[in-house]
């Protein structure tokens, strides 16, 4: 099911938006091993590794929100919460900052 983060930025500002959010969140989770790819303008695959096993999902910037989803296996399920917990946090907080002129 795809976790919707709602803006107001438009299109193009929600995609930098995502961009800085994914760069902030690589960086304070490299342990992790985040992965960003963009499948075109608005779409990326993303990914990382928790406990050895890889987790796969998907960004989608549209216009009023960026869409999150993660395809989970069943013995991370409890993860899934807070990994979009927090990378719904860093979108917010980059939302916040593109308001403010800083992006």
């Given at each position: 099911m795809k976790h919707l983060v709602p803006h107001d930025l438009g299109r193009e500002k929600a995609k930098r938006v995502a961009e800085a959010a994914w760069g902030s969140y690589s960086s304070r989770f490299a342990a992790y091993h985040p992965t960003c790819e963009w499948q075109n303008e608005y779409s990326a695959h993303i990914g990382f590794k928790v406990k050895g096993i890889?987790?796969?999902?998907?960004?989608d910037v549209g216009e009023t929100d960026i869409?999150?989803?993660?395809?989970?296996?069943f013995l991370l399920r409890p993860f899934k919460g807070q990994a979009l917990q927090v990378i719904e946090e860093?979108?917010?907080?980059w939302i916040g900052k593109s308001k403010a002129g800083e992006i």
């Open positions: 890889s987790l796969k999902g998907t960004i869409g999150l989803d993660l395809d989970v296996p860093e979108i917010r907080r």
